[in-house]
């Protein structure tokens, strides 16, 4: 058995356990790293270190905490607020309000699940004490996350753009991220027009007076429809804005400015408000830290790692030569989006992208395929998928959904993942790459 064959299996074992077992993929990456290196191909430390994303942990590990303090200040809450009087308290606008919020929010650097994990609790309550179809509400959070999933500033787009880049090739930031942001936001329209009269028929349980009054979920007050049905506006909770807060704003505003006007890095930028922020509001000091994203900043750290040893043992070339060879690279762009859309329904992601990216570099290379048309139907193949209920988002929706039949619920977010998994790495495909094949 060949030493590359030996480390796509390798690969391939780090994914099922991490699927079957309670496991940071990251792990198991390192070691294999380590141990894949050192006794398969020979490497030594340095060129086994070498692999390691310097840039990227920096990247994570600034915008993730800037956003912990954001959260903590209580900005994210402003920022939830003040997109429900953008609709003057219209109920059945609110899906697109959580939509656009968890669109900023990753666009802006938050990672995915972590926007997702924010928004969902306020969507699923508001869904339940107005009505409105929670499969809806919780699709359309999770499309709005991917939507600026991957601009520049964004986590994934920083990991697509960090893959792509040593290769030489171009990927345009713009591209990929309008690219991601209409694909989601069709999804969510599709969704929006086919789930906003099913509300009342998704529940079982009603809001008590209280979840309908006073306590009703952030950003409610007015009472439920009595007589069944939707309700027709929301009321927004009037808060004041503190300084600490303003400065927040002041700091995002800065952090755009310094990473698209003149090109800092990101991380460095996010580093530098969060803790200065963070100094400001001595209370929730040493909370900050905890909302760094450490689990996310281990499992890319080590995939990417080890997805260096396997380029610098020529791993990729290999598979990539393969891949050509299976036919027109028409239908090889066709099978890698297939292919990560169905893994990445079960798998992480990010783990997903940081791997099977790469691969498809000696294939763009050829010239006979579209770089930017295939980079952006895999990144958006791989990710659109996480409304499953074995990924972190479609779990997140499944376990904050209020009066529902779970086991129904259940089966409605089987039903839709199984059209997306089918379905849209196609429409990617059909989209993005094929058009600039010819």
């Given at each position: 058995?060949?030493?590359?064959?030996?480390?796509?299996?390798?690969?391939?074992?780090?994914?099922?356990?991490?699927?079957?077992?309670?496991?940071?993929?990251?792990?198991?990456?390192?070691?294999?790293?380590?141990?894949?290196?050192?006794?398969?191909?020979?490497?030594?430390?340095?060129?086994?270190?070498?692999?390691?994303?310097?840039?990227?942990?920096?990247?994570?590990?600034?915008?993730?905490?800037?956003?912990?303090?954001?959260?903590?200040?209580?900005?994210?809450?402003?920022?939830?607020?003040?997109?429900?009087?953008?609709?003057?308290?219209?109920?059945?606008?609110?899906?697109?309000?959580?939509?656009?919020?968890?669109?900023?929010?990753?666009?802006?650097?938050?990672?995915?699940?972590?926007?997702?994990?924010?928004?969902?609790?306020?969507?699923?309550?508001?869904?339940?004490?107005?009505?409105?179809?929670?499969?809806?509400?919780?699709?359309?959070?999770?499309?709005?996350?991917?939507?600026?999933?991957?601009?520049?500033?964004a986590v994934s787009g920083a990991l697509v753009y960090g893959v792509v880049a040593p290769s030489g090739l171009e990927v345009s930031h713009a591209a990929l991220f309008f690219a991601s942001l209409g694909f989601n936001l069709l999804l969510a329209a599709?969704?929006?027009?086919?789930?906003?009269?099913?509300?009342?028929?998704?529940?079982?349980?009603?809001?008590?007076?209280?979840?309908?009054?006073?306590?009703?979920?952030?950003?409610?007050?007015?009472?439920?429809?009595?007589?069944?049905?939707?309700?027709?506006?929301?009321?927004?909770?009037?808060?004041?804005?503190?300084?600490?807060?303003?400065?927040?704003?002041?700091?995002?505003?800065?952090?755009?400015?310094?990473?698209?006007?003149?090109?800092?890095?990101?991380?460095?930028?996010?580093?530098?408000?969060?803790?200065?922020?963070?100094?400001?509001?001595?209370?929730?000091?040493?909370?900050?830290?905890?909302?760094?994203?450490?689990?996310?900043?281990?499992?890319?750290?080590?995939?990417?790692?080890?997805?260096?040893v396997l380029e610098h043992s020529g791993t990729i070339d290999w598979v990539a030569h393969g891949a050509v060879g299976l036919g027109a690279p028409l239908l090889v762009a066709l099978v890698l989006c297939v292919v990560v859309g169905v893994t990445s329904?079960?798998?992480?992601?990010?783990?997903?992208?940081?791997?099977?990216?790469?691969?498809?570099?000696?294939?763009?290379?050829?010239?006979?395929?579209?770089?930017?048309?295939?980079?952006?139907?895999?990144?958006?193949?791989?990710?659109?998928?996480?409304?499953?209920?074995?990924?972190?988002?479609?779990?997140?929706v499944l376990a904050n959904a209020r009066g529902v039949d779970r086991a129904r619920f259940y089966r409605q977010v089987i039903s839709y993942t199984c059209v997306i998994v089918a379905l849209g790495p196609i429409v990617a495909w059909a989209v993005l790459?094929?058009?600039?094949?010819?």
């Amino acid at each position: 058995m060949s030493s590359q064959i030996i480390a796509i299996l390798v690969l391939g074992a780090m994914f099922v356990v991490a699927t079957m077992l309670p496991i940071n993929i990251g792990i198991l990456a390192l070691v294999a790293s380590f141990v894949v290196g050192t006794f398969v191909f020979g490497l030594e430390e340095t060129e086994i270190f070498a692999g390691f994303p310097v840039s990227l942990f920096i990247t994570v590990v600034g915008v993730t905490y800037l956003f912990s303090v954001a959260k903590l200040n209580g900005t994210i809450d402003l920022l939830v607020q003040g997109g429900i009087r953008l609709v003057r308290g219209r109920a059945i606008l609110v899906p697109w309000v959580l939509f656009t919020i968890a669109g900023t929010l990753t666009a802006l650097g938050t990672f995915t699940p972590a926007a997702v994990a924010l928004l969902v609790p306020i969507g699923m309550s508001f869904a339940f004490t107005y009505r409105i179809s929670p499969l809806m509400v919780g699709m359309m959070v999770i499309c709005g996350a991917h939507a600026g999933a991957f601009s520049p500033m964004a986590v994934s787009g920083a990991l697509v753009y960090g893959v792509v880049a040593p290769s030489g090739l171009e990927v345009s930031h713009a591209a990929l991220f309008f690219a991601s942001l209409g694909f989601n936001l069709l999804l969510a329209a599709v969704t929006y027009l086919l789930l906003r009269r099913r509300g009342e028929e998704s529940f079982i349980e009603r809001p008590d007076g209280a979840a309908a009054g006073g306590d009703a979920p952030t950003g409610g007050s007015a009472p439920a429809p009595a007589g069944g049905g939707t309700a027709l506006a929301v009321k927004a909770t009037a808060m004041t804005v503190t300084w600490r807060q303003r400065a927040t704003l002041v700091a995002l505003v800065g952090l755009v400015v310094g990473a698209l006007a003149f090109q800092l890095q990101i991380g460095f930028l996010a580093l530098a408000a969060g803790a200065v922020l963070a100094l400001l509001d001595r209370e929730n000091l040493g909370k900050a830290v905890e909302g760094i994203s450490w689990p996310t900043i281990l499992l890319v750290a080590g995939m990417v790692t080890y997805v260096g040893v396997l380029e610098h043992s020529g791993t990729i070339d290999w598979v990539a030569h393969g891949a050509v060879g299976l036919g027109a690279p028409l239908l090889v762009a066709l099978v890698l989006c297939v292919v990560v859309g169905v893994t990445s329904a079960f798998a992480s992601s990010t783990a997903i992208l940081t791997a099977t990216i790469p691969m498809a570099i000696p294939l763009l290379l050829t010239g006979s395929l579209p770089v930017v048309g295939v980079v952006a139907a895999m990144a958006i193949s791989t990710t659109i998928v996480d409304v499953s209920p074995f990924s972190t988002n479609g779990a997140l929706v499944l376990a904050n959904a209020r009066g529902v039949d779970r086991a129904r619920f259940y089966r409605q977010v089987i039903s839709y993942t199984c059209v997306i998994v089918a379905l849209g790495p196609i429409v990617a495909w059909a989209v993005l790459v094929l058009p600039g094949s010819f």
